[in-house]
Each structure stands twice: as structure tokens, then as C-alpha cells.
């Protein structure tokens, strides 16, 4: 489905709209989280029946593609040269280096992530690297971790397609259509995940440039979003469909998202082991906990969530 982009004029209403709605404070540096409460992540706990549990990362891409042309440098460095020892004690030993924010990799941006207008969320500053590095809106924010019920909304089932062309944007009405076909209904402090097929896609057909062309959400969507408070969104694309539907504001839902309302947002996961799961047990929300690496003044983690079933 495809929208009328939005001139920038409209794109800076809706995006004061969303940062006037702040119920906070201008003192507040967990954004979104704040929805996510120890009721609803007991409630979240009550969701585990099976026990079994299922990744919502992809596994990390070594190999420069066309998506990723930096891809992560892992490499083994242990044993030594001569190889282990004849006897007794060695180690396999490795170490890994990867871009956070890129397009192949799935990773949870913080609240420093996006910048807009010299400012962070909540108008923290943001105008300099110097002060990046020592916001408060960093991911250590979620340095305990984001446990809750974990929500997948299937776009894609929803129109009948295996996946959403490039280009396609989900709008609120999907939103609340998949809502109505799948029976169930986003509430406060839920991390919202949405299904696009990008993923899916990739895997079939092969990488592409998704820096220049993916499905993603309508900006406006994240007025519902923000309505239903909720607490996480994640996707298995960007979140951001491209070309920018926004004219003149490339990332306008990043921008919405982390800037506006604070919310941590997943990049690039992948849903394709726990649809079948979901669809066994016929249900669609799941517990969910994301851990994020404890790096004191990260702008992003990489990133493996969990849905336990």
C-alpha cells in the first residue's frame, strides 16, 4: 500500500503533537519504558505455557552484501599459532567489531540515537559527538533489560502477500486490521513488533539496497502507536519505509519514534522462526525480553530478543 507523502510543514505538526503529549516531564530519560510496568511484566509472565523459546535476531552477517557493505569482523584469534597444546588446559578464543545502526544486522537503537534539531528526546542535547558520549539517553537506559509481552502483528498475512514490496507502507488502518484478523489488541506497555516481510524476502530473493528501498511504517501510524502507549516497536525492516515518505525528513518515523516519544525501537529482526510457533499454539503475543550490552554511553546495542512461549 502506498500514501501520500507528507510535506515537511505536516510532518512537523504531527511531530509537536507527539512531544506535547509527553506525560513525563522534562526531567524524564526512559521515554516509552515508562509504560512497561512490573504489573505488566508479571501479566507477560503469566503468557508462558510451553517453555520453549525462539530468537527474533538474524545471525550476523560477515560478508560484505548488498544491504551490507560493512559488514562485522569476527575473527578467530586463539589458539595460537602453533595450535593448542599436546596437553592440558587452552582456549578457542574470538573477538567481533560490528557497525550498530546498520541495514543487514538486528539491533535496538537508544533514545541518543536521532537527532533532530541539535536535540535528543525530550530536549536533551544532542548537537555534538563530545555530547553523545555523555548523554543520559544512552542504552544504558536499559542496561536491566525490557521484559513484556512481546506483540507480532503479521502485515503481510493480513493482505495476503508473503511480503511487502520496497516501498509499501504500513498505515494505521493495518494496523488496526491486523488487530481485528488476528484477535487481539495492542495495550499499554507492550512491545509492539510488526511483520513486513523483509526478512523473508531477503532470504528468497536476496539482498538488495535497503538503504534506498524497504517497506516500512507510515509516519502517521505512530499517532496510534503513541495512543495505545506503547512501550517498544520493532520490525524485521527499519521501521522506516524508503524513499522517505516525508519530503524534505529522511527516518521521519525514527524521528517520530525515538525523538518524539522516547521509544527504543528494533531494526531488522526476524520473525520467520516464531511465526510457525505462534501459529501451532494460535496465539500471537508471547513473553519477550531484550537484553541489550551493558555499554555506558552506546547510542544502539546489537541485539537478541527472546520470545518464550
Known amino acids: 500500500m502506498t500514501a501520500q507523502p507528507l510535506d515537511e510543514r505536516e510532518f512537523r505538526v504531527l511531530y509537536q503533537r507527539l512531544r506535547d503529549g509527553n506525560p513525563w516531564g522534562p526531567e524524564d530519560r526512559r521515554g516509552a519504558l515508562n509504560h512497561l510496568m512490573a504489573e505488566q511484566v508479571r501479566a507477560a509472565a503469566a503468557l508462558v505455557r510451553t517453555g520453549r523459546s525462539v530468537s527474533l535476531a538474524a545471525p550476523v552477517q560477515t560478508r560484505p552484501t548488498r544491504d551490507g557493505r560493512d559488514p562485522a569482523r569476527h575473527e578467530i584469534i586463539g589458539p595460537g599459532a602453533g595450535g593448542a597444546a599436546d596437553h592440558g588446559l587452552d582456549f578457542g578464543l574470538d573477538r ?47 542496561a536491566d533489560g525490557i521484559v513484556g509481552r512481546g506483540l507480532l502483528l503479521d ?123 505462534l501459529a501451532e499454539e494460535g496465539r500471537w503475543s508471547f513473553l519477550c525480553v531484550v537484553a541489550p550490552l551493558r555499554v555506558a554511553n552506546g547510542t544502539g546495542s546489537p541485539v537478541n530478543p527472546i520470545a518464550i512461549l
Open 96 to 142: 567481533i567489531a560490528l557497525n550498530v545502526h546498520g541495514d543487514v544486522d538486528s539491533h535496538i537503537d537508544a533514545l541518543s540515537h536521532v537527532i533532530f534539531d541539535r536535540t535528543l528526546y525530550n530536549d536533551v542535547p544532542g548537537g555534538s559527538t563530545e555530547v553523545i558520549e555523555s548523554s543520559p539517553l544512552s542504552i544504558a537506559v536499559a
Open 155 to 277: 502485515i503481510p498475512a493480513l493482505r495476503g502477500v508473503r511480503w511487502l514490496e520496497p516501498g509499501e507502507q504500513v498505515m494505521a488502518e493495518d494496523l488496526l486490521a491486523a488487530e481485528r484478523a488476528q484477535g487481539v489488541e495492542m495495550s499499554a506497555g507492550d512491545l509492539l513488533f510488526i511483520r513486513v516481510g523483509h526478512r523473508a524476502r531477503r532470504d528468497e530473493l536476496g539482498p538488495w539496497d535497503a538503504a534506498r528501498h524497504r517497506a516500512g511504517l507510515h509516519p502517521a501510524a505512530l499517532e496510534l502507536l503513541a495512543e495505545r502507549r506503547i512501550a517498544v516497536l520493532g520490525s524485521d525492516g527499519n521501521n522506516d519505509v524508503a524513499p522517505s515518505g516525508v519530503e524534505g525528513v529522511d527516518f521521519p518515523v525514527h524521528v517520530l519514534a525515538i525523538n518524539a516519544l522516547g521509544l527504543h525501537m528494533l531494526d531488522y529482526l526476524q520473525f520467520e522462526e516464531l511465526l510457525p510457533l
